[in-house]
């Protein structure tokens, strides 16, 4: 059973940074796709990231194109996100989780696997 935890959430002003990260268990990621979503209150959950472990490739939602960085390490078998310049709509729960039916990296009914989520609020 693949197990995804994600950390790294909080509170910060606008115009600042946070990294998040997200650990996983029960499978080594090789010729996997994995992203990040998030899901304000009352809204649907939106794509954010994705990535390639095998060859590298990134995916972004327009919103948060030339602020958000997707990132891995492959010995540790994780994935970040490295938010920059952050607004107070960024403010919502991320989730990573694994691209397991490979249809459409930006799509969530294409996931599996989510983990639990970790808030991050933008203050203004």
């Known amino acids: 059973q693949v197990h995804m935890v994600e950390s790294g959430g909080g509170l910060v002003q606008a115009g600042g940074s946070l990294r998040l990260s997200c650990a996983a268990s029960?499978?080594?990621?090789?010729?996997?796709?994995t992203g990040w979503f998030r899901q304000a209150p009352g809204k649907e959950r939106e794509f954010v990231a994705a990535?390639?472990?095998?060859?590298?490739?990134?995916l972004y939602g327009d919103s948060v194109k030339g602020r958000f960085t997707i990132s891995k390490d492959n010995a540790k078998n994780t994935m970040y996100l490295q938010m920059n310049s952050l607004k107070p709509e960024d403010t919502a729960v991320y989730y990573c989780?694994?691209?397991?039916?490979?249809?459409?990296?930006?799509?969530?009914?294409?996931?599996?696997?989510w983990g639990q989520g970790t808030q991050v609020t933008v203050s203004s």
């Open positions: 989780a694994v691209d397991r039916l490979r249809v459409a990296p930006s799509s969530a009914a294409s996931y599996d696997y």
């Open positions: 029960g499978r080594t990621f090789s010729n996997d796709v």
């Open positions: 990535i390639s472990w095998s060859s590298g490739w990134t």
